[in-house]
């Protein structure tokens, strides 16, 4: 056992002390948002839902947060990244096929051909997905994305894809975190996809991603099993997909739902619908600067419907070009943002 | 600030000490279990898992424990209690359905043809599960199921089918909780029956239950959204269905898995085949006097080709009648059975 002296174990409160300004400073939540209406409305929910006695209190076990992720806490311009992923999965599983020298959409995507593989629209997504995504097991499929992750760069900023994430919205699962609650991913993005990352960039864990699945299939291969995904969707976790999926899996009705799209508009009509206190928001792309400006009219994360009802029923719209000092952690914070 | 002298301090660590040994057996976990091989090879595996610096040491994290409910937490003699609770559903709801009275099987379970609905078979449970279990939303179905527990007892026991759990398996969940483990439930019963009281009875949340589901289907009802269950089965969660369904929901693989019937058997092989050391186990229902004696001739609940492996592969069987001092905690402690 060690002992301190009566005089070294003063100083070290005064070091304490004069460090305790440094330390709140360290501490503060949300650090990347101003001032605004959006972080306003956040930490007034948050203090209400967790204050002890309040009437609008909420027990910890109830706190559950959901974020769709495609656009909500990264990005997803000029296309869904899981999309880039099946495309560059191609090239590198060509080698393997070649009879995709010849079969559409797979000839599309190694001739570079944009306009083939827009003509091969929703049937050739399908085909491309299925030949990426699935006959493999889960670990194998695992590994496929951590090697691309490992490698891959956004087109346009040249990061690795983990880094394309919201700085703002690390900051509000954190904040939210330390006040009890558990945050859930509820995406349209496949869901093994996701978990091969989640953990290590949001702190998500596993089972607390929910998103589109397969069909799987488990074989038992002479005592060393493994788990089949067969190109057959199993459930697909978009739009009315979300508060069916939180249904199923959470078994809880969220307290707080965080979206980008009209994808993400059932999952806050159901949020919104339960009683006591209710957080719904929405990340409005409006930084064509820092990001892309984009809304009723794109074909990624179209946001119309839903931004009808978030100005009708009062719902959260985080304006980013307004609101966050910064857009990703690899940015300096705009200084001239800053209220 | 209270302060206190020197000696009261002084007076309250005596205490403490002198208390210590009843605090010790206060605190002695699985204490239901007689000293027996399964008691000993479950506090020696939570022992090496758990044991920082040891080369089988396992982060909280990945402490995921999976257990069947059945038989395996909470009896299913006469048979599982979900099918009992349809059947009283049936009666609770023949005034609402006059045609029930000619239509097969519901005219077998008004009158209590146990021949006619036998002959019904499985077409004839699917029937009754639709008819009790989905077309209504999931709060009214939850309400259901709580309404029915509050007031139906088992038909040997006449106790609450709540109080028909295994007291030395609430211990070892208690005992895996206080040691960082996750602990879920696993099984074929649907998913929905189960959240209705599992929390409560087992400390398990909603979210760590999953079992059979409907599909269902969410409705918006001019701003008053809910969740339609439909006949339509989504999972199958039994046999092959459980270790599928772990890996779609948890996204992790678990380090201990119980069970108590070949129903069991994939999702006890899923866990054994991970690295690292592992737990299986299964209740083996050896004890006719204080539950039922059955496995490999039952028709709920058998236990048969996972009985031979659990054999060959060494997973750990345990006898109820010599390794449990009690099955139910309304039971007296059956002293003779103690080593």
Redesign the interface.
Known sequence: MIKHSIPTLRLRWLTLLLLWPLLLQAAEPLSSWNEGPSKKAITEFVQTVTTQGSKDFVAP?ER?AVFDNDGTLWSEQPMYFQILFALDEVKRLAPQHPEWKEQQPFKAVLEGDQKALTESGMDGLIKIVGATHTGIS?EAFTANVKAWLAKAVHPKTHKPYTEMVYQPMLELLDYLRANGF?TYIVSGGE??FM?AWTEEVYGI???Q?IGT?FV???Q?ND???Q?LRTPKL??NDDG??K??SI??????RPILAFGNSDGDQ?ML??TA?GTGKRFMGLVHHTDGNREVAYDRESKVGKLDKALDQAKSDNWTLVDMAKEWQRVYSFEPVTKEQQQ
Chains 1, 2 share one sequence.
């Open positions: 076990a559950i889960t558990k869901v093994a978990r864990p596993p089972e991603v699945t799987t299939q488990y038992y005592g060393k099993p788990i199993a459930h009315p997909g508060p069916e249904d199923t899996i959470i078994g809880r059932q009509q159901w619908a």
